[in-house]
């Protein structure tokens, strides 16, 4: 898709965050969420060719609704101001560890996977993972894709104390600490909007296939 369009609309969406305004110009929305949903279809069919888990899942339920729900939101503006899907057995409401991809403008166009949102059971799982074997993730996170699209390592909320049953002097101890497990690859506005419909959609490809081991090492939680 044209990502420089879907800026320019989800911009002038932030300006004018109302039915009114947004019905009036439905036509430019359902274009580009035609768009949206191409890409969205050819991802998933990339990632199902090495992630069978993914395959046959349905490309619609993947994609998140640009509707907001705004019945316990202190912010009551109607829209979301960025596209977004995740891809995950289950689609959009998978548990299992999954690969994100949202765009819009103002520094909000992303690429994450792993855990938002693990269970009990999921942190537990994983956390034992890394108490018995850091070193699968440690070279994972070493791999040139990772390092191309995820330099930062490691991010996410994390604990204040180590979580019950591991030492404060755990060599791991800084990764032991999350809640959450995720790597995230961000897309500056101008960066994204000098990309080609074709470089777009390849950049985005590379970078949730670069989530891939990822998302395999956590999906010993499940």
Sequence with gaps: MNA????????????????????????????????????????????????????????????????????????????????????????????????????????????????????????AAVRQEIDYAADDLHALLAAPAAQQFFPRGLTGEQLKKMPPGYEATHPEAHWLRHKQFLLSHHLPDADLRALSPAAFRAHILAALQALGPFCQWLGVSD
């Design 4 to 123: 420089a369009a879907l800026l320019d609309f989800l911009q002038d969406l932030a300006a004018h965050n109302e039915r009114e305004w947004f019905q009036a110009h439905k036509a430019r929305y359902d274009a580009l969420r035609l768009d949206f949903q191409a890409d969205v279809a050819y991802w998933l069919r990339e990632l199902a060719a090495a992630d069978p888990a993914l395959a046959g899942l349905d490309p619609a339920k993947c994609i998140f609704r640009i509707y907001r729900d705004v019945r316990f939101s202190k912010v009551k503006v109607p829209y979301k101001t960025h596209f977004s899907a995740y891809f995950a057995p289950g689609g959009k409401h998978g548990t299992a560890p999954g690969r994100y991809v949202q765009v819009g403008p103002h520094g909000q166009t992303l690429v994450a996977g792993g855990l938002y949102e693990p269970t009990k059971e999921q942190l």
